[in-house]
């Protein structure tokens, strides 16, 4: 098959741009020099609750050899992950009749629903390989087995899922995907209004509330800088180790954007003590947790304001708030 090399060197630099590994990128070369008019592929990220999993739509033009990626789709069930090279697999009955290898696959979604799909008799276990594997949870003549306590929120939770648009190389990266799907939020200074106006703003995904038909969640947005959130400010307001130096600021103020929890010390008490940062721009604050994931609370952490000065920020921030959300 002719292929325009341009376009493929195109969207392997849109790949790399917006996170996504080389590994995509060829894989992406080889479905077109096929021929395949329009294919998915897979990758799959770590997030801080586990993969998160990713499908990168492609088609080709009606019109033309020209080929585009204008969408993907990021997934996260709750609760339960594999080690590295394990897999699920569903054994359940055949064409024939007799049991089987249904389905071999590292995502505990895909697993679910072919396990679900069989009332009567199917097996879902998880392992290395198919003779390896740990049975999970079956069905013997329609009466299903007890679920591991530790499994039980993945297999009655549907998996978090959300599409994130890619408009020529722009868009939501993979790891912007992997942390709104975990409930984060995230910066973006390339966003464009429907009356065609540039604005920046965080983002973050309403996971409380209802999904519209194709069962996306809605984005929040708190545009900058007229919402009142500062980040440099809101980090201003804790003693952390190195902020003085430029690239270990920027690195941490790049890292809260990206939306990913940062990792700072912060001295209390005379000592410096790890934390992980994470931004909350809805509050006009930052989120603090300790190595296990557990929340710390700001006034322990903060430097000591005088009172008219904590007073006047204090209702800053509730201004700012209300306005937002219409009080």
């Not at 080889?30 to 739509?57: C, K, M, W, Y």
């Not at 993907?72 to 699920?88: D, H, I, P, R």
Request: aromatic share 10%; charged share 25%; proline share 3%.
């Amino acid at each position: 098959m002719m292929m325009n090399e341009n376009n493929i060197r195109g969207l392997k630099e849109e790949l790399i741009a917006l996170g996504f590994s080389q590994e995509i990128g060829d894989r992406m070369h080889e479905s077109i020099a096929l021929g395949i008019s329009s294919f998915t592929l897979r990758e799959q990220l770590q997030g801080l609750n586990g993969p998160v999993d990713l499908d990168l739509h492609f088609r080709q033009s009606n019109k033309s050899e020209y080929y585009y990626f204008n969408k993907f789709e990021a997934t996260q069930s709750k609760g339960w992950s594999l080690n590295e090279g394990e897999q699920y697999f569903v054994i359940a009955p055949l064409a024939e009749g007799n049991l089987g290898l249904k389905l071999q696959t590292p995502r505990v979604a895909e697993a679910l629903q072919e396990f679900k799909r069989h009332e009567q008799t199917a097996q879902l276990g998880f392992g290395q390989s198919l003779e390896k594997a740990q049975l999970i949870v079956e069905r013997v003549n329609g009466k299903l087995s007890e679920i591991p306590a530790e499994f039980i929120a993945t297999y009655r939770n549907p998996p978090v899922s959300q599409t994130m648009w890619v408009d020529r190389g722009k868009g939501f990266t993979a790891q912007h995907a992997v942390n709104l799907i975990e409930g984060r939020s995230v910066y973006r200074d390339d966003l464009m209004s429907q009356a065609g106006t540039p604005y920046k703003a965080w983002v973050k995904l309403d996971l409380d509330g209802e999904r519209d038909k194709y069962q996306n969640y809605s984005m929040n947005t708190y545009n900058d800088p007229s919402y009142g959130f500062d980040l440099r400010a809101s980090l201003g307001s804790y003693q952390i180790n190195g902020m003085e130096n430029k690239t270990i600021s920027d690195g941490i103020m790049e890292a809260l954007r990206n939306g990913d929890r940062a990792l700072v010390s912060i001295e209390k008490g005379g000592k410096l003590e790890p934390v992980y940062l994470e931004a909350a721009p809805r509050f006009l604050q930052l989120n603090l947790y300790n190595k296990e994931g557990r929340s710390l609370k700001r006034e322990d952490y903060q430097k000591q304001l005088a009172p008219q000065v904590a007073k006047e920020k204090s209702k800053h921030q509730k201004q700012s708030v209300n306005r937002q959300m219409g009080i």
